[in-house]
């Protein structure tokens, strides 16, 4: 696991600036902090690749973003990631951060995604965010966007 960075460690009632307090009423944030124990599972790594993309995509449109990841069901799979920007938050989204990047993903998509790593490939033939490394996942499609779940 070296490498790689933590989020998941949970701080209630932490609001990150420059988006609207009234947003986080019902919000939790998640975020790393020296306070807070490293927990056992980690729900969620944020790698510096995918956090440099999405401040870079901030910056050219002058906007304070999150990135939004979603399971749904599709894809040749079963389940498909889905990516977008947001900067709405619903009532059980989980934000995690990394050198002031945003994910936020929702209560039944954290459960498909829990110790998943959140990264931004550059591969030959796209760019694009991707999930790896989701212990969840039985099997997934060779384009990397729709998995399978582990029989449990």
Do not use: H, W
């Not at 990135?67 to 989204?93: M, Q, W």
Request: proline share 4%; hydrophobic share 40%.
């Amino acid at each position: 696991m070296a490498g790689r960075l933590i989020f998941g460690a949970c701080r209630r009632n932490t609001v990150p600036t420059k988006l609207p307090r009234s947003l986080f009423a019902s919000v939790q944030v998640l975020k790393l902090s020296e306070q807070a124990s490293i927990p056992t599972e980690p729900m969620l790594y944020i790698t510096p690749e995918c956090a440099k993309r999405i401040n870079e995509m901030n910056a050219k449109q002058q906007k304070d973003r999150m990135l939004r990841v979603l399971v749904d069901s599709g894809g040749c799979s079963g389940f498909a990631y889905k990516f977008s920007f947001d900067t709405n938050l619903n009532e059980d989204d989980k934000i995690f951060e990394n050198e002031g990047a945003k994910v936020v993903v929702d209560e039944v998509s954290l459960e498909l995604l829990q110790g998943s790593e959140v990264d931004y490939a550059m591969e030959l033939i796209r760019r694009s965010f991707v999930v790896k490394n989701n212990p969840n996942a039985d099997a997934g499609c060779g384009c990397g966007i729709s998995f399978s779940l582990k029989d449990e």
